[in-house]
């Protein structure tokens, strides 16, 4: 069993930066791919980035590519997610995802365990 906290989320301006991070419990997490979700009110949980156990393979989708940074410290358990140039439409709630199972994946049904999650809100 693997519990995940989200922190960092918060209110910033449009061009901002913010840093999630997603603490993990558990032993085993540095053999677990990683993920960040986000959803906004009145629509669907969407896939947002993804990390390989190693940290060596990330995805992102096309919103967020060049804008946002995965990384993770296995030595901590920890899984950040760096938000650059904010934008409005990045207001959501965040969530980080674990994943059993090696390779990156964007499909949040094949991930195994899920955080609360931590409100973004980007004002223009």
């Known amino acids: 069993q693997v519990q995940l906290v989200e922190s960092g989320g918060g209110l910033v301006q449009a061009g901002g930066s913010l840093r999630l991070s997603c603490a993990a419990s558990?032993?085993?997490?540095?053999?677990?791919?990683m993920g960040w979700f986000r959803q906004a009110p009145g629509k669907e949980r969407e896939f947002v980035a993804a990390i390989s156990w190693s940290g060596t393979s990330t995805y992102y989708a096309d919103s967020v590519k060049g804008r946002f940074t995965i990384s993770r410290d296995n030595a901590k358990n920890t899984v950040y997610l760096l938000m650059n140039s904010l934008k409005p439409e990045d207001t959501a709630v965040y969530y980080c995802?674990?994943?059993?199972?090696?390779?990156?994946?964007?499909?949040?049904?094949?991930?195994?365990?899920w955080g609360q999650g931590t409100q973004v809100t980007v004002s223009s």
């Open positions: 558990g032993r085993t997490f540095s053999s677990y791919t």
């Open positions: 995802a674990a994943r059993r199972n090696i390779g990156v994946t964007i499909w949040a049904t094949r991930y195994d365990y």
